[in-house]
T-cell receptor, first 114, second 113 residues
Framework: DAGVIQSPRHEVTEMGQEVTLRCKPISGHDYLFWYRQTMMRGLELLIYFNNNVPIDDSGMPEDRFSAKMPNASFSTLKIQPSEPRDSAVYFC????????????FGNGTRLTVT | SQKIEQNSEALNIQEGKTATLTCNYTNYSPAYLQWYRQDPGRGPVFLLLIRENEKEKRKERLKVTFDTTLKQSLFHITASQPADSATYLCALDIMGQGGKLIFGQGTELSVKP
């Protein structure tokens, strides 16, 4: 079991550029979560999917953020255009059966927007 | 408003002692509460899950309690070791929203030899 795989591990980009973060969940898991972690705000839930369908995107900060899950083995989080305040560590996690079972996190993508 | 609070200050203890971390919540009615460990540069790692009808759960040196009246969970590490040094996060589900898991800010634990 390779675990949740995120790419890239680090991303440095200039303000205004488009950023795409990628996630491969654990095979067989039916929930996928995107979280953002900063020192000030901790770990914030951005959006989560169940069976590839977005269920709750109320944590997405604004329209510049979008997430897709075209199939059970792949998800993307896109920021366009990026801004310095988007700098954070973005985590993807997956689980079987949602919040009543453990979440398995990837090691995150550290995004720096200059 | 809904809030999850963990020990805001870092916790420093001596090796061999019991570490006790607190998670308090307001305006939630969680059915499940989870604890995670996070090391620098890594994603959180699941430790324990406790259900609202369970008072206590144990796993090796770890013990979690869940008091829905006090709206509090306590996380204990007995016979602590320097390798237990990490940040510990509690997380609650949002009742009625089966997938939504919200995290506290975490407590940094440092175990000195």
């Amino acid at each position: 079991d390779a675990g949740v795989i995120q790419s890239p591990r680090h991303e440095v980009t200039e303000m205004g550029q488009e950023v795409t973060l990628r996630c491969k969940p654990i095979s067989g898991h039916d929930y996928l979560f995107w979280y953002r972690q900063t020192m000030m705000r901790g770990l914030e839930l951005l959006i989560y999917f169940n069976n590839n369908v977005p269920i709750d995107d109320s944590g997405m900060p604004e329209d510049r953020f979008s997430a897709k899950m075209p199939n059970a083995s792949f998800s993307t989080l896109k920021i366009q255009p990026s801004e310095p305040r988007d700098s954070a560590v973005y985590f993807c996690a997956s689980s079987f059966q949602g919040a009543n079972s453990p979440l398995h996190f990837g090691n995150g993508t550290r995004l720096t927007v200059t | 408003s809904q809030k999850i609070e963990q020990n805001s200050e870092a916790l420093n203890i001596q090796e061999g002692k019991t570490a006790t971390l607190t998670c308090n919540y307001t305006n939630y009615s969680p059915a499940y509460l989870q604890w995670y460990r996070q090391d620098p540069g890594r994603g959180p790692v699941f430790l324990l899950l406790i259900r609202e009808n369970e008072k206590e759960k144990r796993k090796e040196r770890l013990k979690v309690t869940f008091d829905t009246t006090l709206k509090q969970s306590l996380f204990h590490i007995t016979a602590s070791q320097p390798a237990d040094s990490a940040t510990y996060l509690c997380a609650l589900d949002i009742m009625g929203q089966g997938g939504k898991l919200i995290f506290g800010q975490g407590t940094e634990l440092s175990v000195k030899p």
